[in-house]
């Protein structure tokens, strides 16, 4: 079992910035992917920003130039730097990864992102 711990969530208003962290119990070296997807009130969740064991890096086109993902494997720490955020980005924030071995699906708690004036 793997707990993967979100933080960095809060409110913002148009334009400013945020850096989420979401923090694994074991080592994410062999995750095949890891990432960020939210959720607003009445859509489904969707995926934001991954990295693959392949070593893709992806991004919803909607966050293109804005977020970036990053990771620091010595603290097993995956993080999403957002920028120029806009009301739209409004929504629960969720950390998530899949188990290399068992392909099972792990997600975090969720952090909610408030961008308003």
């Known amino acids: 079992q793997v707990q993967l711990v979100e933080s960095g969530g809060g409110l913002v208003q148009p334009g400013g910035s945020l850096r989420l962290s979401c923090a694994a119990s074991?080592?994410?070296?062999?995750?095949?992917?890891m990432g960020w997807y939210r959720q607003a009130p009445g859509k489904e969740r969707e995926l934001v920003a991954q990295?693959?064991?392949?070593?893709?890096?992806n991004y919803a086109d909607s966050v293109k130039g804005r977020f970036t993902i990053s990771r620091d494997n010595t603290k097993n720490t995956v993080y999403l730097q957002m920028n120029s955020l806009k009301p739209e980005d409004t929504a629960v924030y969720y950390c998530?990864?899949?188990?290399?071995?068992?392909?099972?699906?792990?997600w975090g708690q969720g952090t909610q992102v408030t961008v308003s004036s």
């Open positions: 998530y990864a899949q188990d290399g071995w068992s392909f099972a699906n792990y």
């Open positions: 074991r080592s994410i070296i062999r995750f095949n992917a």
């Open positions: 990295f693959t064991r392949g070593g893709t890096t």
